[in-house]
């Protein structure tokens, strides 16, 4: 039996690598059918499980977590093992960066980024600590090591290089959007940022460049969609004086970020790092013009269509917002190049080299 380990999705709102872990798992259940010859399962938190379609939970196990963060870490490295081992569970699939070390069978682990070794100042010292702790011993005990793109790889195989082999890149992709839910007319002027807010997101700078455009033009304004569970964003927004430029908006559902990202100017991403990025796809997706940083793999996901500025440099993403607002041939540009780069990527590709790599030379460790 093949086991997923998803023990970090929460009840309340999906983050990025819940998505991942969700869209994956779905994929998966459609490859194998409604009889697969591969029994697998899917360990989640209580509480989790509505995140799945009526097909998946059939194959979905709620585990009883704990709320407290060091309770739930000793939970998955002293009580996991004992689930896995009860349930069947030959290999397992770590979703998140870490697994049980002191479980005795196969293993592979998904790394999306090195985040806490790249950008370490901008990583929680309580977070950094935990993974520094965990991830390296986590991936030395894992078969394979799945990346998200090439760059996290590069920084795997540069970061360890012991276990530079074992590492397999299986790109994301991005859920099914319905460009139907765009208005048949010019966009509106607001410029929308998409992620649960870190330091490495870098808010500042998109509330900086706005702030620099509403100077000279009123039509600027800016949304930031998602949590602010450290308060970065609106520790921005105050020290801009920009509560009247850029709204922030938290737990938004799929329906209304699809409607959102229809209706933006564009969508930014001024990362310092990313080990992915997936609203650049799920922006291309929606034919809105995308903007980002030229760091980390924003560059290798986003291909020819988006255009690319300095993180530090907020008068350059002011001046690239004002071009996808004024110049429509940059702006058709951009959004027939991202029509053609998220063609590259489905959830059925991601499934089945998942798949392959889970089934491939599996053996006790």
């Known amino acids: 039996m093949i086991g997923f380990s998803f023990l970090g999705l929460a009840p309340d709102h999906l983050s990025g690598i819940g998505r991942y872990s969700v869209a994956l798992f779905e994929a998966i259940v459609v490859i194998l059918g409604d009889t697969p010859d591969q029994p697998i399962v899917a360990f989640v938190p209580v509480g989790s499980e509505h995140h799945f379609s009526d097909a998946a939970r059939a194959y979905v196990k709620p585990l009883p977590l704990p709320h407290n963060a060091v309770a739930r870490i000793a939970y998955e490295q002293l009580v996991f093992p004992i689930v896995l081992r009860r349930t069947g569970v030959r290999t397992l699939l770590n979703a ?52 998200v793109s090439h760059n996290t790889g590069r920084d795997v195989a540069r970061t360890y290089p012991d276990i530079a082999d074992r590492v397999v890149v299986v790109p994301l992709a991005c859920r099914p959007m319905s460009r139907s839910a765009r ?34 033009h009123n039509w600027a304004c800016g949304m930031i969609v998602g949590n602010d569970p450290e308060g970065l964003a609106a520790t921005a927004i105050a020290a801009h004086d920009a509560a009247h430029i850029v709204e922030q908006r938290h737990h938004v559902s799929d329906k209304e970020l699809t409607r959102l990202y229809a209706n933006a100017l564009a969508v930014v991403i001024p990362s310092y790092y990313e080990g992915f990025g997936l609203p650049v796809l799920e922006a291309q997706a929606m034919g809105v ?46 959004i027939d190049a991202g029509t053609a780069n998220v063609a590259k990527y489905s959830w059925e590709r991601t499934a089945r080299d998942t798949l392959a790599v889970l089934c491939a030379n599996r053996k006790k460790i």
């Open 96 to 147: 998140s960066f870490t697994g049980p070390l002191f479980w005795g069978g196969d293993m592979v682990t998904v790394i999306h980024d090195l985040f806490y070794h790249i950008v370490p100042a901008m990583v929680r010292s309580d977070r950094r600590m935990y993974l520094k702790t965990l991830v390296p011993p986590t991936m030395r005990r894992s078969r394979a090591i799945i990346v």
């Open 183 to 216: 208005l048949e007319t010019m966009p509106s002027d607001c410029a929308m940022m998409v992620s649960t807010i870190t330091a490495n997101k870098n808010p500042g700078l998109f509330v900086a460049a706005l702030k620099l455009l509403r100077t000279d």
């Open 289 to 334: 013009p995308v903007l980002c940083s030229d760091r980390g793999s924003l560059p290798e996901v986003a291909g020819d269509g988006a255009l690319f500025f300095d993180p530090d440099d907020p008068d350059a993403l002011a001046q690239a917002i004002d071009t996808v607002r004024n110049d429509r041939g940059t702006r058709r540009r951009l």
